[in-house]
T-cell receptor
Framework: SQQGEEDPQALSIQEGENATMNCSYK?????LQWYRQNSGRGLVHLIL?????REKHSGRLRVTLDTSKKSSSLLITASRAADTASYFC?????????????FGKGTLLTVNP | GAGVSQSPSNKVTEKGKDVELRCDPI?????LYWYRQRLGQGLEFLIY????????KSGLPSDRFSAERTGESVSTLTIQRTQQEDSAVYLC??????????????FGQGTRLTVV
């Protein structure tokens, strides 16, 4: 089953509005990461939050992590048309020697000018 | 190299032929991942290498798929007897040793495989 599940699957907002995307996961993790993908090619890393952290900021991005609920959220403030992309969460599992990075299905964000 | 490099960028092959996809990770990255992404879908995990070993190959869809890594560097994903359902973008990523402080993955631009 999918480790990370984002919701919503698609989000359409106006430029200047905030966008919030959520991610839920199932197993214990070392960290959770958010990535962005334009045009179905390579992903770009946005931000990493460790399991002992609750909130992290990077520019217009704010990520929260609630390990008790096994969920995370990504907030993009003051969105721009250039933020239009697919956003994925990924989890690095903890325990053992298998650290594979597992991705969710993504949220397609459309920011309308 | 400066980033993760994948070749070829695009590959069109006839059903039943074998294909090899190549990934050159960032130098010094011990972890290497292969993912498959069908059009409009998420990333499907295929295999993960730590050094030259594959602790997790659970995502390989069938025995037609295999992968190897040598010299803790280049990796090759081989698909034998390709089928139309193999058509997808195959993405490779590398990272420093997982469990370390900074384990962000760096992705290549992918190989778009089309089986006709």
């Amino acid at each position: 089953s999918q480790q990370g599940e984002e919701d919503p699957q698609a989000l359409s907002i106006q430029e200047g509005e905030n966008a919030t995307m959520n991610c839920s996961y199932k197993t214990s993790i070392n960290n959770l990461q958010w990535y962005r993908q334009n045009s179905g090619r390579g992903l770009v890393h946005l931000i990493l939050i460790r399991s002992n952290e609750r909130e992290k900021h990077s520019g217009r991005l704010r990520v929260t992590l609630d390990t008790s609920k096994k969920s995370s959220s990504l907030l993009i403030t003051a969105s721009r048309a250039a933020d239009t992309a697919s956003y994925f969460c990924a989890t690095e599992k903890s325990g053992g020697s298998n650290y594979k990075l597992t991705f969710g299905k993504g949220t397609l964000l459309t920011v309308n000018p | 190299g400066a980033g993760v490099s994948q070749s070829p960028s695009n590959k069109v092959t006839e059903k039943g032929k074998d294909v090899e996809l190549r990934c050159d990770p960032i130098s010094g990255h011990t972890a290497l991942y292969w993912y498959r992404q069908r059009l409009g879908q998420g990333l499907e995990f295929l295999i993960y290498f730590q050094g030259n070993s594959a602790p997790d190959k659970s995502g390989l869809p069938s025995d037609r798929f295999s992968a190897e890594r040598t010299g803790e560097s280049v990796s090759t994903l081989t698909i034998q007897r390709t089928q139309q359902e193999d058509s997808a973008v195959y993405l490779c990523a590398s990272s420093l040793t997982p469990g370390a402080l900074n384990t962000e993955a760096f992705f290549g631009q992918g190989t778009r495989l089309t089986v006709v």
